[in-house]
Each structure stands twice: as C-alpha cells, then as structure tokens.
C-alpha cells in the first residue's frame, strides 16, 4: 500500500470524520428502525478480532488481522512482508511502516474507523449524515457523511443481516478514491490484551531512518 492508499485509509478510516468524530450521525426526522439496529448492534460489541482484506486505489490488495476493543482501541496488523501496522490507544491513532519510513499520530476522531470504537455510538441525531439505508448483495448498507462538510467523503458501513454481523466497509475520500475493507470471521467476546493497542514500534526517528 503506497502512501497516498495509507492516508486514504487513515484521513479516510477517516473520509466521513476529517473535522472530528463524535460519535453522532444525522438522520431523518423520525427514527430508521435499520439505523436503530445497527446502534444496539454497535452498543453491544466489546471487543471482536477478525480478519480483513483491503483493496486500495490502484488495485493493491493486502490482508490482516483486526482486533477492536471498545471504547477507544483498535488495531490493523498487516501480514508481512507489509509491515505497516495502526493502533488506537483510547487517545490517539499510531500509524507506522518501517519499510516505507512512514510514521503518523492523530486523535482517534479524525479516523473514519472511529465507527468501529465509539461509545455509544449514536447514528441518529448529529454531526455526520446517514445517507442511506440500502440492501445490496444480501446485507444492509449505511451510507455515512458529515453533516457541514458532505464534500469531504463518505463510508459505506456493510452488514450482514440475521444474526446482524459487521462485514466490512467502504471509504471515498473527496477524490472519489476507494479504500473497501471485507472482514471474514468474525469473532466477539474475546479476551484481548492491553498491550495490543499500545504502540509496540521502535522510536520514531529510527522509523524515518527505515529502521536503522
């Protein structure tokens, strides 16, 4: 994933929140029942770990594993010979790949997969827009922009229905750049380690030096 994929994905994991997340998304005037769905889905995960594949600009594909533990911590472990890693903290979002001297931090509100860590997480009633509620190969798909910045992108929420199963996402940033991220086997209710979602990575400058 080169560097402009890496901060589709992040500004972007981030297109719908680039102003700041809280966790609150506008919808129409009376409630959607699916959008209420997906609320009490959201509200009842803890923690879950899955794994992903991401498909970038340009048509890079890459795999990992993804581990979330609610509130404020998540974390994408890119399969090697990849070696970018992310890892929110609770606080913040660490982002750093050692073969491409890249290394970024952001408040966690300014990533897009702030969806995944939110709590509560409000989807009617706020700063980002629920576009729309759609059925599209077999699962329900919400459809996520800010409120006062709609121009700056959007996220395509995807799950599956009956047991209700988050399955991915889609990102466009105001490009029209597409970052989608599937996720298969999905398991909740895990034991997950603090030191997950704590930066695990060598000092910063070494990073930049690439490693040395």
């Given at each position: 994933?080169?560097?402009?994929?890496?901060?589709?994905?992040l500004?972007?994991?981030?297109?719908?929140?680039?102003?700041g997340?809280?966790?609150?998304?506008?919808?129409?005037?009376?409630?959607?029942?699916?959008?209420?769905?997906?609320?009490?889905?959201?509200?009842?995960?803890?923690?879950?770990?899955?794994?992903?594949?991401?498909?970038?600009?340009?048509?890079?594909?890459?795999?990992?594993?993804?581990?979330?533990?609610?509130?404020?911590?998540?974390?994408?472990?890119?399969?090697?010979?990849?070696?970018?890693?992310i890892?929110?903290?609770?606080?913040?979002?660490?982002?750093?790949?050692i073969?491409?001297?890249?290394?970024?931090?952001?408040?966690?509100?300014?990533?897009?997969?702030?969806?995944?860590?939110?709590?509560?997480?409000?989807?009617?009633?706020?700063?980002?827009?629920?576009?729309?509620?759609?059925?599209?190969?077999?699962?329900?798909?919400?459809?996520?922009?800010?409120?006062?910045?709609p121009?700056?992108?959007?996220?395509?929420?995807?799950?599956?229905?009956?047991?209700?199963?988050?399955?991915?996402?889609?990102?466009?940033?105001?490009?029209?750049?597409?970052?989608?991220?599937?996720?298969?086997?999905?398991?909740?209710?895990?034991?997950?380690?603090?030191?997950?979602?704590?930066?695990?990575?060598?000092?910063?400058?070494?990073?930049?030096?690439?490693?040395?």
């Amino acid at each position: 994933m080169n560097t402009r994929s890496r901060r589709t994905f992040l500004a972007g994991l981030g297109a719908a929140t680039a102003a700041g997340f809280t966790g609150s998304f506008a919808s129409a005037q009376t409630a959607n029942p699916d959008v209420s769905a997906v609320e009490r889905y959201f509200n009842g995960l803890r923690t879950m770990q899955a794994r992903f594949v991401q498909s970038n600009p340009g048509g890079t594909v890459v795999q990992g594993t993804l581990s979330v533990r609610r509130p404020g911590r998540m974390r994408f472990e890119y399969d090697p010979p990849s070696q970018l890693k992310i890892v929110a903290d609770g606080s913040q979002v660490t982002m750093w790949d050692i073969a491409n001297r890249d290394f970024g931090q952001w408040p966690i509100g300014w990533t897009a997969a702030s969806f995944l860590v939110k709590e509560p997480m409000v989807l009617q009633g706020g700063d980002l827009t629920v576009e729309k509620v759609e059925r599209a190969d077999g699962m329900l798909q919400l459809t996520l922009s800010q409120a006062r910045k709609p121009q700056e992108g959007k996220v395509i929420v995807r799950l599956a229905e009956n047991p209700m199963v988050l399955r991915g996402w889609t990102i466009i940033d105001n490009r029209g750049q597409r970052v989608d991220v599937s996720l298969n086997g999905l398991q909740t209710g895990l034991q997950l380690a603090d030191s997950l979602f704590k930066f695990d990575g060598p000092d910063a400058s070494i990073i930049r030096r690439g490693g040395r």
